[in-house]
């Protein structure tokens, strides 16, 4: 087994690389100049210097506007979530003590702190989108990418870091009977991130789709304007909804569930005698998520070299791709991971006498393996690319009505592969580990949740960059290349919402059998 301090830099050290990363990104994303691109302009002869120069201008304009508007709505929710945490963390005082009101605290403001960081990187690329697809589609998608790793890493990064100084700021400043009473105070911090994940998915959520439907309402019926023509006032509001629903509040989301399953995780293996008295098995759910750090920061290097983006097919492929490599290179490393941290045998209680490292490491891989079938699945039912989308565009030539009918008939069949998927992995999960083995799966299933942040921010990023190129005016060319990158957006932001679900199936039976093994709940009856 590898000792402290060897558990501890792999924590650190991947988190750290991560925001590292971020920040590196995010410097990137800034170093692109929004100039009209002065010199293709001038051999293309396409508009005319002056004309350039106002579009870019326009193109601020409006970006600024969309960035204004997705700030006021996050400082007012967060207003709320302010007096909402203050409120319930004197509740919780009093109920459950300073500790896991102090865990509740450090897990929301963590959660918050991601999600702005998320909507900050995300309308500040959108424009640098939209400018650089003026100039072709390989730096649309690459800037597009830049923003949404900015998100996926920092949020992962940051989760793993906070909860690593909490555990230890927990050891070194509050007294506890043993290391479960402890984890059951940590595990305040995926309350934290839940609560926060409420009001942001939900609020950003109803948001961004009223927002949708009312410009179109506004605009298409009323006047018959296109999509995101400049004289609909409420196309920037539909922008704005992209990021606080699809940036702001996916986040909230996938933070609350990585930090639940860990969470549930650290119960369960304090609650165990083989691993509790090891540092590195009781770190075993947090080395999961940080070793899933640097597997992301692999993904993005391997990624543009087998997955080169420069026609609209390719969009599709490198943002798949992003998925496929990042499972099959988290596949060996859990394995290891598994190997050097896990005792070669170990109880997890009544039933699960004789649980296998090699046991652990299967209920990742269920997880792991899962999250990309259900990826797969969304897909095949989202994309432009395949039957079921065609399929409802031909309905929709006889009526409204039978799109509708057509469209909600796949949205039930798009669930049947995906439950069973989850049935299976919490079958086996449960089978070989117990409850132990579904919160591996959940971890598992987020293993990979760096990167499906990254696509899942691609979307709102290239939504909103074919909003700008349609306001500011930019040639219709233009406006057909971020149609491009936003058609394979749509379907990674449903890809997104798929690990959610997924993940929150998982993460909400593993709560549930956290709390009924620290309650002495065994095969149904109370131990008396």
Known sequence: MLDVSSVNALIVVPSLLGVIWSAKEWIAVAAVKIDGHPDLLAKQDALSAKKAKDT?????????????????????????????????????????????????????????????????????????????????????????????????????????????????????????????????????????????????????GIYTKAADVGADLSGKNDYGLEEDDYRNPACIADNVGDNVGDIAGMGADLFGSFAEATCAALVLAAATEGLKDHWCSLMYPLLVSSTGVVVGLLTLLITPCVYPVKDQPDVEKALKGILVISTVLMTPVVVALSMYCLPEEFSMGPGFEHVKWWY?????????????????????????????????AETQKQSAATGIIYGLALGYLSCIVPVLALGVTILVAHSICGMFGVALAALGMLGTMTMALTIDAYGPISDNAGGIAEMAGLPETVRGLTDCLDAAGNTTAAIGKGFAIGSAALVSLALFGAFCVRAHVTHGLRDR
């Open 56 to 204: 870019v201008e326009e193109m601020i304009k409006i970006a600024t506007t969309i960035q204004l508007g997705a700030m006021s709505f996050l400082m007012a929710e967060y207003l709320y979530m302010a007096v909402y945490i203050v409120l319930f963390s004197v509740v919780l005082i009093y109920f459950t003590g300073v500790p896991t009101t102090v865990a509740f605290v450090v897990g929301a403001v963590t959660s918050i702190l991601c999600g702005w960081i998320g909507m900050k990187i995300a309308v500040f690329t959108n424009v640098r989108t939209a400018h650089e697809c003026w100039k072709d589609l390989g730096s649309g998608y690459k800037v597009a990418i830049q923003g949404g790793c900015v998100m996926g890493l920092s949020l992962v990064s940051l989760g793993i870091l906070a909860l690593w100084i909490l555990i230890n700021c927990f050891q070194k400043y509050f007294t506890f009977e043993d290391s479960k009473e402890m984890f059951e105070a940590i595990a305040g911090y995926g309350l934290g991130g839940s609560s926060v994940a409420l009001f942001g998915r939900v609020g950003g």
């Open 360 to 392: 652990c490491a299967t209920s990742i891989m269920m997880g792991l393996w899962s999250g990309l079938l259900i990826g797969f699945v969304t897909e095949y039912y989202t994309s432009h690319s395949y039957a079921p989308v065609r399929e409802i």
